[in-house]
């Protein structure tokens, strides 16, 4: 049973620990889909997850931090993104109920329609949204290089693609 509710200030650490688990490192090769294979260093820091903090939705199960997302909503537009379930609990659809939540709230809020962005070599995510509905827009954007706020690469060629799904007309 996950509920849902606003991340607050008191969650930072929590979400930075969840985040940083499910993306990077060694413990985030206990789940099914990692960046770990091509980038070394942080995802977020403390600071990175309080600046969007008001954007960020958390979903408990028996108490216990489970998944996080961002959502952030520009006109009809829905942007997602810091998603990550913890590891040890991925595969058993948490990751699904969430981004169907978020595409919840999204319509709620009057978006018509969410879009996110992938690291393009991360084939089986990319492969996970499409059976979600989403599809790849053909736009790309730079990786970040330099920055190591966002981790250090291990190869040069990485590149973010955009996905996006319509979201239903409300009737
Ligand atoms: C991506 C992520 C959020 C998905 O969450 P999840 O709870 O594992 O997702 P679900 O349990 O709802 O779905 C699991 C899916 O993975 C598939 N899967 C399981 N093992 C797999 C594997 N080894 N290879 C490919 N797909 C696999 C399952 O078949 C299932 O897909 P289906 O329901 O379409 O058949 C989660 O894996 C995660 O946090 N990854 C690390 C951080 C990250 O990459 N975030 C996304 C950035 S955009």
Not at 22 to 31: E, I, P
Request: a negative charge; glycine letters at 10%.
């Amino acid at each position: 049973m996950l509920t849902f509710r606003p991340a607050t200030e008191t969650d930072v650490d929590a979400l930075t620990a969840l985040v940083e688990s499910a993306y990077r490192g060694c413990s985030s090769q206990v789940g099914w889909t990692t960046e770990a294979h091509l980038l070394d260093g942080q995802r977020t820091n403390a600071d990175g997850v309080r600046e969007r903090l008001p954007l960020i939705v958390l979903g408990e199960s028996g108490g216990e931090l489970v998944v996080c997302f961002e959502l952030e909503l520009t006109d009809d537009n829905a942007q997602f993104g810091m998603f990550a379930v913890r590891p040890g609990t991925q595969g058993v659809g948490i990751g699904g109920q969430a981004l169907a939540h978020a595409e919840r709230i999204a319509l709620e809020r009057g978006a018509r329609q969410v879009r996110l962005k992938v690291i393009a070599q991360r084939a089986e995510l990319i492969a996970w949204y499409e059976r979600r509905g989403y599809a790849l827009t053909g736009e790309t954007s730079p990786f970040p290089y330099g920055d190591e706020r966002f981790g250090k690469p291990r190869r040069p060629d990485l590149v973010f693609a955009t996905l996006s799904k319509a979201l239903p007309v409300p009737a």
